[in-house]
């Protein structure tokens, strides 16, 4: 039981009044990659968000790699400890650096060294398939560029878990289909543990292993996916 | 044609006396075309320490006022604070009274009997008192608010994605200074620029405190010395520096702000996926970066205490007693009604002729618009005692136009070449705001231009209007600079006439006007916060 990467105990969330997350228990095995699969309002985000450490659950517990990172209200960790890479929903690339800005900002926050940066943002933008862009601003890339960037920036760190907030909603079909097999193949070469909000069965389908249902602010059932 | 005859107007108004004025200065004795004034201008020592001395009083009065306003922008912006929409409203009180009137309640703050000895026990500013470093303090006091809201708004248009994908790998004092800050940088450098226009402007404070600077200097060339010739040269330079402040103004300004245009991709992405989100939204969008709840009221009341508080305080202690302040009121009941009266029929007119300036100005095309901010922000620019002087020029000579120099509708003509621009601006921006589609559909229906306008489009800017016209008003109903060399014999107004009394009345008479010329702006101030939020309920 307690090998798995990430385990979500017992999480209620409310604000205000409302109960977004009602006793939602969760676990996530290293490497692997779950999609959480809802209608709006469902409490995906705020799940991913808790995970992240951007909100503290009132109740229940967060563990991150065996440790607790969140119990009863109280974040234990803040966000930056907790080695996670998040790409936002609207992608949240900072518009006043450039991409490689955008990646030398996060390694700089966690104190890599300036020598070994270079490489590292080089590497993942490499990875990511936009280097060409590394001295463009963000407002100057296409939408599919721009999630690539981000991407980018959401790995650059080499992070334990990737929290992936539907970062294809505004795509088209074509270019979605591109970026899913990005992604899967991303996250085989990094075998990095996965976590993939979306409310496209199709998507969901496409890159997981196993396929979450949220309803409510629960979870409803969980699926095993065929190899992805 | 209704626009052409506003924008005639606008160049009548602001732009003749200008015109004139240059056209002087660049004229002799003898009606010929030389620079003798301008040899005279550059060739004196004096006139470079008054160069000198205008350029440090408006630098030091903008570094000062963004560093108080700009922090207390970012507390608004983003503390949890109790009472928030008051606190703001009473921080903003500094920039609706005149200069002057915080001059005085600088004065008298000093002394042995002044409320700083009676708190601390020692008299701290008496040396200050008459200094440049005070007019400093006083214009950075007067003028915070304007970088409060500029950075208020801009720290709020920050998308809270931005900040806390950066919370994601850094601490939040990091994110704050090299995320939030550089994307509200924009508008805070704007503000700093605004405010050193205002205070290269600005006459009464200055005046007050004895420090020599070009509208004081103006104002000295030709009521004093009836020097024109040399009062209008001295106007160049101050022209010169508020041209050149409004032109980066507006370029960066015209710069996309940056934390706009995070925003803006991401609504044109996700509009979608925030219509979602929507149930979620009032958690979502709260920022991140939120200071402790304590530390900001600690902050936040301090600078209520220091610069609202305080000064009003200052002013009230001087009156001492209520018989004083009663009859000190009595005796300046003309003044005080010429004052409500002109400043109404200014505000109006202004927001007339600025709501069809506004509206052709935010129905032009791109480049001619860049025109129109500009002319229209030089002229505010312009210093109230250049424009003074230019309406005097204009204006003084026989006939009709004299009779009109000679009654008040010249104070009315000077308030209106003060606050077109800044009405057009307002109600420029109100008018982007309703969308050419309504008044498109409306003509497809057939109707006439004058009833689109009547009916569609001037009732959705409402609260521009009224905004404009507070603004217009609460600025009238303190011009100084202006009014008090065109006023005539007899006419004056409340402005005038507390400038007037200062040096030959006793000081509690002066408080007590002052302190009835705040109280008039704070209760329209509070009567439009009321309004605002009557227009927000009513909205939702």
Known sequence: MNDSFLRLVNVVKRFGQREVIRNLSLEVAEGEVLALLGPSGCGKTTTLRIIAGLESPDEGEVWIAGRKVAAQGVNLYPPRTRRVGFVFQSLALWPHLTVAGNLDFVLASLSVARGEREARITEALRMARIESFASSYPDQLSGGEQQRAALARAIVARPGLLLLDEPMSSLDTELKDDLISEISRLQKQLGVTTIYITHDRAEAAALAHRVAILREGRVESIEEMASP | M????????????????????????????????????????????????????????????????????????????????????????????????????????????????????????????????????????????????????????????????????ALIVAAPHRVLRRITLPLIAPSVATAALIIFVLAVSEFGAPGLLRVPVFTTEVFTAFSALYDFGAATALAVPLLALALMAGITARLIAGERSLAGRGARNRGARNRGARNRGARNRGARNRSPLSFRRQHAAVAAAIALGAFVILPLAALALEVGRAERALSAL??????????????????????????????????????????????????????????????????????????????RLIIVIAYLARLIPVSALILAASARQVPAALEEAAEVAGAKWMSVFARIVIPQMRAGIVAAWVVSFILAFGELGATVLVAPPGQATLPVHIYTLIANAPSGEVAALALMQSTVVITLLALFAIFVRREKRFRS
């Open chain 2, 330 to 407: 009595q005796s300046s009941i003309e003044a005080i009604t010429n004052s409500l009266l002109l400043a109404s029929a200014g505000a109006t007119l202004s927001v007339v002729a600025g709501l069809l300036l506004g509206y052709g100005r935010a129905r032009m095309r791109r480049r001619a618009s860049w025109m129109v901010d500009l002319s229209l922000i030089v002229a505010f620019a312009v210093p109230s005692t250049v424009i003074g002087v230019g309406l005097i020029g204009l204006w003084n000579r026989p006939g009709l136009i004299g009779e009109i120099y000679g009654s």
């Open chain 2, 2 to 165: 209704v626009l052409s005859i506003a924008a005639l107007l606008l160049i009548a108004l602001c732009a003749l006396p200008v015109i004139y004025m240059i056209g002087v200065s660049l004229t002799g004795a003898d009606g010929a075309l030389n620079l003798d004034n301008y040899s005279r201008l550059f060739s004196e020592v004096r006139q470079r320490g008054l160069f000198l001395n205008s350029l440090l009083l408006a630098a030091s009065a903008s570094l000062l006022a963004t560093a108080i306003g700009a922090p207390l922008g970012l507390l608004l912006a983003r503390a949890d604070l109790p009472a928030k929409r008051w606190l703001r409203i009473l921080l903003v009180i500094p920039l609706i009274i005149p200069p002057y009137v915080m001059g005085l309640a600088w004065i008298y703050m000093g002394g042995s009997s002044g409320i700083i000895a009676r708190v601390m026990g020692r008299d701290f500013l008496s040396p200050l008192t008459y200094s440049l470093t005070g007019a400093v303090i006083v214009l950075a006091v007067c003028f915070y608010p304007l970088s409060m809201l500029a950075t208020e708004a801009a720290a709020r248009r920050v998308d809270a994605s931005l900040e806390e994908s």
